[in-house]
């Protein structure tokens, strides 16, 4: 595998359902990011995890739960979802450095359904 | 209240012509851009960026313009071919190591054979 993986590519699932998205990054960066993606709306910035700590949580419900064991795995916890969750939920790694910019490296998404 | 917009939801041109993509930006403190294609069922790839001391970066038949006065940048394709035709996301951030990108919506290219 190379680059930013994710898995399930889709995915559909009740209000009541628990569900994980899992995001692997094979590129040795250092921080790794959740995004949502709604019809005809930016990229939302959802969590940040730099070096393994949780850096940023942009006012996300707590109904996603992200979880990085480590600095090439990421999950997305999914709990009692609503129907307007339903989204393409992008993965992206970068590698974070004290100046400088880094672009960074999406998956190709998972398309979430909530029924 | 977006920070970076793409008035332009899409964009048709013919093979071998100019595409020229717009973004706007309104907050001061962003000072790297950067532009991103998406494919269907695929997710963004990192296209081109600029830093905000520089007017102007090429890559091929890519380039991309800053104009820091009017806060605005365009990506420029020329020629454009069909395999250019996707959605084009502008995105900017600012020193300070959050590595937090803000991106537009997004402006969907087709180039016409």
């Known amino acids: 595998e190379t680059g930013v993986t994710q898995t399930p590519r889709h995915l559909v699932m009740g209000m009541t359902n628990k569900k994980s998205l899992k995001c692997e990054q094979h590129l040795g960066h250092n921080a790794m990011y959740w995004y949502k993606q709604s019809a005809k709306k930016p990229l939302e910035l959802m969590f940040v995890y730099s070096l393994e700590e949780r850096v940023e949580n942009n006012s996300v419900p707590s109904r996603f739960s992200p979880e990085c064991p480590n600095s090439s795995h990421l999950f997305l916890h999914l709990h009692t979802l609503q129907p307007e969750d339903s989204a393409l939920y992008l993965c992206?790694?970068?590698?974070?450095?004290?100046?400088?910019?880094?672009?960074?490296?999406f998956g190709p998404g998972t398309r979430l359904t909530v029924l | 209240d977006q920070q970076v917009k793409q008035n332009s939801p899409s964009l048709s041109v013919q093979e071998g012509r100019i595409s020229i993509l717009n973004c706007d930006y309104t907050?001061?403190?962003?000072?790297?851009f950067l532009w991103y294609k998406k494919y269907p069922a695929e997710g963004p790839t990192f296209l081109i960026s600029?830093?905000?001391?520089?007017d102007k970066n090429e890559d091929g038949r890519f380039t991309v313009f800053l104009n820091k006065s009017a806060k605005h940048l365009s990506l420029h394709i020329v020629p454009s071919q069909p395999g250019d035709s996707a959605v084009y996301f502008c995105?900017?951030?600012?020193?300070?190591?959050?590595?937090?990108?803000?991106f537009g919506k997004g402006t969907k290219l087709t180039v016409n054979p």
């Open positions: 992206a790694s970068s590698q974070v450095r004290t100046s400088g910019y880094n672009e960074q490296f």
């Open positions: 995105a900017a951030t600012s020193q300070g190591g959050s590595e937090k990108l803000v």
């Open positions: 907050n001061s403190m962003f000072d790297y």
């Open positions: 600029i830093s905000s001391i520089k």
